[in-house]
C-alpha cells in the first residue's frame, strides 16, 4: 500500500514522506520541490544532501538542498531562480504532485516547474513526470533538465551507442562526446571503454580540475549509479528526430568532490505562452551488487537489470 505522509524533515515543517514498504522518499514542500531522499525502508538515503542547508527557506540566494530537481536549459541565469518557497501539493492514489510557484520575479521568466511521482505499490520503481510550463508573455527555448545529485564514493555508467566496424552502413557518427572547459579525459576518473563511460566520484580528486562533466546521444536510454552494493538506476526515452541540447545529448554526468549528478535532459522546444513540455523518468533500486571493476563486471551485474526493466515501464 502506497502512503503519504506530512511531518517534519531536518528542519523543514512541509516535507511529505512517500512509501511503498519497498523504498521511501521525502520532497520538500516549503521549497523547491527537490526529492531530496530515495532509498530503502530503513535503510541510507541514495541521494546527496547538503547539510549546510537543511531547514532552510526563503531568502534570494539560489540553493541546491539535495537530491532530484527540475531544471531549464540552457544553463543561465534563469536557471538559477531561487525556489526556495512553498510549494503546492496534491496527492493522488500513486504518490503526489509537487507545483512551484511562478518564476515571476528576476531572474524568473514566467516559468512553472512541476514534479510528480508515481510509486510501483511493490517494488523500487518511481515514474517522476516532470512539466515545465511557460507563463510567460514570450516564446522561450528551452529543455527539461532533470539532474539527481546522488552520494559520494560511487561510480557512474552510461552506455555508448552500439559499436561496429566501419563499412558502406557506418560512414556517419553516431552521437557526440560532448566537453566543458574543464573536462579532461586524462582524469582518473574517467574510464572510457568498448561499451561503456564510467565516472567516478572520488572526495579527493587528482586531476588539474575539481569538476568534471560529459554528455553523450544515449539511444539504449538508461544511466546508473553503483554506490556501497546499491544501484540507482534511471531510464528517460528518446524521442526519434527530435532536437536535443548541447550538441545532442538526452544523459550527462557531473562530479566534483562532493557529489556526483546523473541527469537526463527532454527535447529542446520554443514553447509558447500558456505551453507546457513534458519529461519522464523512471527509478529503480537494487541491492547487492558485487563490485563493478571493469565492463566484464558491467556485463554481469548490470546488464539483467537493464533487461529486467525494459519491459516494465509504465507510464
Not at 67 to 85: I, M, S
Not at 118 to 129: G, T, Y
Not at 232 to 257: H, I, M
Amino acid at each position: 500500500m502506497i502512503r503519504v505522509e506530512k511531518k517534519e524533515y531536518r528542519g523543514w515543517k512541509n516535507a511529505f514522506h512517500l512509501s511503498n514498504g519497498t523504498v521511501e522518499l521525502v520532497v520538500l514542500s516549503d521549497v523547491g520541490p527537490r526529492v531530496v531522499r530515495y532509498g530503502f525502508c530503513g535503510q541510507q538515503n541514495q541521494f546527496h544532501e547538503f547539510d549546510g542547508q537543511a531547514g532552510k527557506i526563503g531568502g534570494t540566494e539560489f540553493r541546491l538542498y539535495g537530491g532530484h530537481r527540475l531544471w531549464a536549459w540552457p544553463e543561465v541565469e534563469r536557471t538559477y531562480y531561487p525556489d526556495n518557497h512553498p510549494v503546492v501539493v496534491k496527492e493522488t492514489t500513486l504518490g503526489a504532485i509537487f507545483c512551484a510557484a511562478i518564476e515571476g520575479e528576476l531572474p524568473g521568466t514566467g516559468l512553472q516547474r512541476q514534479i510528480e511521482l508515481q510509486l510501483d505499490e511493490r517494488v523500487s520503481q518511481v515514474i517522476v513526470i516532470h512539466t515545465i510550463t511557460n507563463h510567460g508573455s514570450e516564446t522561450t527555448r528551452l529543455a527539461p533538465w532533470a539532474p539527481t545529485i546522488l552520494r559520494p564514493g560511487g561510480r557512474a555508467i552510461l552506455p555508448f551507442p552500439p559499436r561496429g566496424a566501419m563499412d558502406k552502413d557506418h560512414f556517419q557518427s553516431v552521437g557526440p562526446l560532448t566537453l566543458w572547459s574543464f573536462t579532461d579525459f586524462t582524469d582518473p576518473r574517467w574510464i572510457l571503454g568498448q561499451e561503456y563511460l564510467q565516472l567516478i566520484q572520488h572526495e579527493k580528486p587528482v586531476g588539474r580540475f575539481p569538476e568534471q562533466m560529459t554528455g553523450l546521444f544515449n539511444p539504449a536510454e538508461w544511466g546508473a549509479y553503483v554506490r556501497a552494493g546499491c544501484i540507482f538506476l534511471k531510464r528517460a526515452a528518446v524521442q526519434p528526430g527530435k532536437q536535443y541540447p548541447d550538441y545532442g545529448c538526452n544523459f550527462e554526468v557531473f562530479t566534483n568532490s562532493e557529489f556526483l549528478e546523473l541527469e537526463t535532459l527532454g527535447p529542446v522546444v520554443d514553447l509558447q505562452p500558456g505551453g507546457s513540455t513534458l519529461h519522464v523518468e523512471h527509478w529503480w533500486l537494487f541491492e547487492g551488487v558485487t563490485s563493478i571493476s571493469n565492463e566484464e563486471s558491467i556485463q554481469r551485474e548490470i546488464l539483467p537489470l537493464i533487461q529486467k526493466t525494459a519491459g516494465n515501464r509504465k507510464g
